[in-house]
T-cell receptor
Framework: TAGITQAPTSQILAAGRSMTLRCTQD?????MYWYRQDLGLGLRLIHY???????GKGEVPDGYSVSRANTDDFPLTLASAVPSQTSVYFC????????????FGSGTRLTVV | AQSVTQLGSHVSVSEGALVLLRCNYS??????LFWYVQYPNQGLQLLLK??????LVKGINGFEAEFKKSETSFHLTKPSAHMSDAAEYFC????????????FGAGTRLFVKA
């Protein structure tokens, strides 16, 4: 089934450690996004990429970095995790820049202790 | 700048009753509007979208929404609730400002009582 694959599904991470959340899509969508979802706050955009080779900062980019070496992959890296980064992280994609709506992955539940 | 307000963080209806989830938006340019549904431990799934064609938009699972420019609203409705409709629903607005920017509402959790 075409879509977005996120890994891992869940993770417990010690504060100060680094981690990369993986996101792969097989729909050849140009645009990809990383959101975090926190209770009562909805979804907040962390970083985005309008096309391979380009990235941009969203609403809450501090403490996170991304890369977009090819169309399919859009990993999110936490260089030195802090407890406030405990959240559910969703990767999403769209054919162009969001006109068509997004396809979401199933999410990664991250707990930083 | 655009914004989205979903009225009511929780809505409870009886099975078979009308579902009405409210969404108001603010945008200085013509918006694209979306409703997404999220079931427990899953990602969001697109229910329907308004992209400047018909103002009454039909989506999956019997849901529909009407774009009302004068009221800056995009409320989601379903005539008869099913137990399987229990989920969280998100309204989103996307506008073209250079590139596109999409803002999600805080979500409304729908409870369906037997």
């Amino acid at each position: 089934t075409a879509g977005i694959t996120q890994a891992p599904t869940s993770q417990i991470l010690a504060a100060g450690r680094s981690m990369t959340l993986r996101c792969t899509q097989d729909m050849r969508h140009n645009a990809m996004y990383w959101y975090r979802q926190d209770l009562g706050l909805g979804l907040r955009l962390i970083h985005y990429s309008n096309t391979a080779g380009t990235t941009g900062k969203g609403e809450v980019p501090d403490g996170y970095s991304v890369s977009r070496a090819n169309t399919d992959d859009f990993p999110l890296t936490l260089a030195s995790a802090v407890p406030s980064q405990t959240s559910v992280y969703f990767c999403a994609s769209s054919p162009t820049q969001a006109y068509y709506g997004y396809t979401f992955g199933s999410g990664t539940r991250l707990t930083v202790v | 700048a655009q914004s989205v307000t979903q009225l009511g963080s929780h809505v409870s209806v009886s099975e078979g009753a009308l579902v009405l989830l409210r969404c108001n938006y603010s945008s200085s340019v013509p918006p694209y509007l979306f409703w997404y549904v999220q079931y427990p431990n899953q990602g969001l799934q697109l229910l329907l979208k308004y992209t400047s064609a018909a103002t009454l938009v039909k989506g999956i699972n019997g849901f529909e929404a009407e774009f009302k420019k004068s009221e800056t609203s995009f409320h989601l409705t379903k005539p008869s609730a099913h137990m399987s409709d229990a989920a969280e629903y998100f309204c989103a607005v996307s506008v073209r400002t250079g590139g596109f920017k999409t803002i999600f509402g805080a979500g409304t959790r729908l409870f369906v009582k037997a």
